[in-house]
């Protein structure tokens, strides 16, 4: 079955420090990742995706996420925090085809001055 | 802006009732999800329509229904509501087409709350 694992539950970082949230995921074929952003109150915007090509993927706000196959993988990083950045992080998983999408429990972030 | 609309943001009612939530994708997206969030459970897939016939279905309780309609918005029909049912439910929508990625654009959410 799919899944994905979001292990840390809550990570409070300085502005201006950097980020990694971990994410793992538990796929049968070929995943599709994305990491999405949900602010309070707010729906859930896309940061990135990942479908094929370069395991590097560059999203908005300066965000970036590295697929490690080896690993099951897709850890969402940002070099530098604003605090505009406090929300809850969701990595999901899925397939090409318009198929549904799983959830990991997400990652809230707080930022501290 | 997702480009994806719900209809209403906020929903109070009593148990044993019976709501509708509404949906209206994205302008050209064939297919439509529910996923409802809640604390306990997360983020749940309930299910999808594409072009208005039913495509997947997920964690969905009996007394949930939805439904495409001709003109692609979708409504989700939740019934003999219990205190276990408040949560946030989104409606997301998704391009069709050789090169589409997966994407799932979101709407704003429909908090509903049972009393």
């Known amino acids: 079955a799919q899944s994905v694992t979001q292990p840390d539950i809550h990570i409070t970082v300085s502005e201006g420090a950097s980020l990694e949230l971990r994410c793992n995921y538990s796929?049968?074929?070929?995943?599709?990742l994305f990491w999405y952003v949900q602010s309070p109150g707010q729906g859930l915007q896309l940061l990135l995706k990942?479908?094929?090509?370069?395991?590097l993927v560059q999203g908005i706000k300066g965000f970036e996420a590295e697929f490690k196959r080896s690993q099951s993988s897709f850890n969402l990083r940002k070099p530098s925090v604003h605090w505009s950045d406090a929300a809850e992080y969701f990595c999901a998983v899925g397939a090409r085809g318009n198929t549904p999408l799983v959830f990991g429990k997400g990652t809230r972030l707080s930022v501290i001055a | 802006d997702s480009g994806v609309t719900q209809t209403p943001k906020h929903l109070i009612t009593a148990t044993g009732q019976r709501v509708t939530l509404r949906c209206s994708p994205r302008s050209g997206d064939l297919s439509v999800y529910w996923y409802q969030q809640s604390l306990d459970q997360g983020l749940q897939f309930l299910i999808q329509y594409y072009n208005g016939e039913e495509r997947a279905k997920g964690n969905i309780l009996e007394r949930f229904s939805a439904q495409q309609f001709p003109d692609l918005h979708s409504e989700l029909n939740l019934s003999s509501l219990e205190l276990g049912d408040s949560a946030l439910y989104f409606c997301a929508s998704s391009v069709v087409g050789s090169t589409d990625s997966g994407e799932q654009f979101f709407g704003p959410g429909t908090r509903l709350t049972v009393l």
């Open positions: 990942y479908f094929s090509g370069d395991t």
């Open positions: 796929y049968g074929a070929t995943p599709y």
